[in-house]
C-alpha cells in the first residue's frame, strides 16, 4: 500500500497517487509541477501522436562504464528508446478543426533528460520534417544537459540541433519551446534558447550552470528564486509561465494563427 502515497518534493505533502494523477501530476496542496513521463506528457497535450524514428537507438560506441546497462535499464522503465519521442500529433480548435503539429518530448527520467547522439539526432530530424512540410514545431524539454558517457558526440548535437532550428527560421516554420523542470546545460545552452515563443511551467529550473557553482565563481550570492521560470520571465529569458492544465491550449492559439497566416499568404 505504501506506494500508493507520493511525498511532495515542495510542500512535504503526503498524496494519494489517484489523486495526483487526476491532477496531472501538480501537488494537490501547493501547484508545485512534479515530474511526469514523456508519454504521460504526450496523452495529457496532444491528440492522435504517432511515434516517428523509434528505430534510433543508443550505442555505446566510447564503451563506457556501466552505459549499456544503464541505457537498457531507463528503457524499460519509460517504454521508450532514448530521452526523447518525437512524431507527430494534433492540437484541436473544435470538432473538426484539428492543426497538425510536429511534437520532441524529453523525458528527465531517462538518464536525467541527457542529450546525447540519439536525443540530438531526433531533434535534428523532427524538425527537418517541419521544415519540409511547413509545420508548427513544438518541443517539451527536461534535461541535465549534455550525456557524458557519449563525450564529444554529445557536446556536437548542440551545434548540430542549432542548425536545424535555424533552417526552420529561414523558411518561417514556427519553433515552440516549453521548459520543464529543469532544462539546463547543454540543452538549455542551445535549441530551447532559439525558440520563437519559450513558455514554461511554474517554477521550472532552467540556466547553464546551477546556482552554487555560479556563486562559487563570481563570489556573489544570488537571490534565492534564481534560474525559476518566474525569475527568468522577470528578466527576459523566457516568454511565458503557464500551468501544466493549460498548455495545450496556450500553444494551440500560437499554432492555429500560424495556420491562418498560412492559408492567407502562402
Ligand atoms: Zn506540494
Known amino acids: 500500500m505504501l506506494d500508493q ?46 511515434e516517428m524514428y523509434q528505430d534510433i537507438k543508443p550505442l555505446d560506441f566510447l564503451n563506457f562504464e556501466d552505459y549499456s546497462k544503464k541505457i537498457k535499464m531507463d528503457s524499460q522503465k519509460l517504454g521508450i528508446e532514448d530521452a526523447i519521442i518525437v512524431g507527430t500529433a494534433y492540437l484541436r480548435e473544435d470538432i473538426g478543426k484539428d492543426y497538425l503539429i510536429g511534437v520532441g518530448v524529453m523525458d528527465f527520467g531517462f538518464r536525467g ?26 518541443i517539451f524539454s527536461a534535461s541535465g544537459g549534455a550525456r557524458m558517457q ?52 511554474p517554477e521550472a529550473i532552467i540556466g547553464f550552470a546551477g546556482q552554487r557553482v555560479i556563486e562559487q565563481t563570481i563570489k556573489r550570492k544570488l537571490p534565492p528564486n534564481f534560474q525559476t521560470a518566474e525569475f527568468n520571465l522577470e528578466n527576459g529569458l523566457i516568454d511565458y509561465v503557464i500551468d501544466r492544465r493549460k498548455i495545450g491550449t496556450f500553444i494551440l492559439k500560437f499554432v492555429s494563427s500560424f495556420y491562418k497566416w498560412k492559408s492567407k499568404y502562402v
Open 5 to 50: 502515497w507520493v511525498k511532495c518534493e515542495k510542500c512535504s505533502s503526503i498524496i494519494n497517487k489517484i489523486d495526483l494523477e487526476e491532477n496531472l501530476w501538480i501537488c494537490t496542496k501547493c501547484n508545485k509541477h512534479l515530474y511526469i513521463s514523456a508519454r504521460k506528457r504526450i496523452e495529457i497535450t496532444f491528440l492522435d501522436f504517432k
Open 113 to 138: 533528460g541527457s542529450m546525447g547522439s540519439v536525443v540530438g539526432q531526433k531533434i535534428y530530424l523532427i524538425a527537418q520534417y517541419c521544415y519540409d512540410n511547413e509545420i508548427p514545431l513544438v
Open 150 to 201: 557519449e563525450g564529444i558526440v554529445s557536446l556536437m548535437q548542440m551545434a548540430k540541433t542549432v542548425s536545424m532550428i535555424n533552417r526552420l527560421k529561414s523558411r518561417r516554420v514556427p519553433f515552440i519551446n516549453v521548459v520543464t523542470n529543469p532544462t539546463t546545460g547543454g540543452v538549455a545552452a542551445s535549441f530551447v534558447g532559439l525558440a520563437d515563443i519559450i513558455i514554461s511551467e
